[in-house]
């Protein structure tokens, strides 16, 4: 199960570290201030997802940059319309005349819509980005996949998703074979959807769909980072689209519900308002996130407890 930890304090922007569970990999959304953040573990960041770049969401990307570069590795860097070019002057900004061009390179995705999302790569010294290609996918690797919703914060504000691949079980207890290589080759065929595959077991082939009973498909974890988007309809129903079912969706939740006309000014959301739509998409836990600075640990008690009455109410 995917494992998600808040690493900004009270009073710094935001930012969460998602990790995979058995493995060294983890993922990033949002670059705030992030000071219970290691330098271990943004050694192991793989992939940055950036929600949009106001800088309480994009100020510490040089910090954990600063700790990527010299590792030789690909990291993915996925984000709004333009973020290709606010990384490249970010990384422009700087001297490079003592690194190496295989020190890092990062491969940029920018979200233009929902069907297209453009790839660049950009390397040292010069960090000259260079076009790739345009697909349909955003990010999908041995663990995971992810998908997205464009929401509205007077700008694009990327909500993402996160689905662990399936995973397939199989019960020894009601099978009277003795194990063997057989049993990936029938995980395999069940996960290519291939009844008539053959399986040989203990000399004797056997087609793959009266094997099947053996093996239990386990749906993959969902889950979500919701963060800086206005409270309205359209914003709710591209969440509902996306969302729906989660099983843990963290979301911003900037204002008390006394606030509600400072987060319709500022295109934010507020307690109540996140908690409701959280309910609506049917998710089974909802945590909220990304609290306005000018309150105290008391306002941060009060807007959790509307959130969690219109979420669970």
Not at 7 to 28: F, G, M, Q, T
Not at 174 to 190: Q, V
Request: hydrophobic share 35%; net charge negative.
């Amino acid at each position: 199960m995917l494992q998600a930890e808040i690493k900004s304090l009270l009073k710094e922007d935001i930012s969460i570290l998602i990790k995979v569970p058995n493995s060294a990999k983890h993922y990033v959304c949002d670059c705030g201030e992030a000071s219970l953040l290691t330098v271990k573990e943004a050694q192991a960041i793989s992939a940055i997802f950036i929600s949009h770049t106001h800088i309480d969401h994009f100020s510490n990307f040089d910090g954990i940059f600063r700790h990527q570069i010299g590792s030789g590795e690909k990291v993915v860097i996925c984000g709004p319309r333009n973020i290709h070019q606010q990384i490249e002057a970010r990384l422009k900004s700087y001297t490079w005349n003592l690194i190496d061009e295989n020190a890092i390179e990062y491969e940029i995705r920018e979200i233009v819509s929902k069907e297209e999302i453009n790839v660049y790569t950009i390397r040292p010294p010069y960090w000259n980005l260079e076009y790739v290609k345009t697909q349909n996918v955003l990010f999908e690797d041995e663990y995971v996949n992810v998908d997205f919703a464009i929401l509205d914060h007077k700008t694009d504000s990327i909500a993402y998703l996160f689905k662990e691949k399936d995973s397939v079980t199989f019960h020894e207890n009601i099978s009277d074979f003795k194990n063997g290589k057989w049993i990936s080759e029938l995980k395999t065929a069940f996960e290519n959807n291939d009844p008539d595959k053959e399986i040989e077991i203990e000399g004797t082939l056997y087609k793959a769909l009266g094997l099947f009973h053996l093996l239990t498909r386990n749906e993959g974890y969902k889950l979500g980072v919701i963060m800086d988007h206005a409270a309205d309809e359209d914003n709710y129903k591209k969440i509902k689209d996306v969302f729906n079912h989660a099983d843990m969706v963290y979301i911003e939740t900037f204002y008390k519900d006394e606030d509600q006309e400072f987060a319709k000014m500022n295109h934010h959301s507020f307690a109540s308002a996140s908690g409701k739509i959280m309910k609506e998409c049917n998710v089974k836990e909802a945590i909220p996130i990304h609290f306005s600075r000018r309150y105290t640990e008391n306002d941060q008690q009060e807007i959790e407890t509307a959130f969690y009455k219109a979420f669970r109410n």
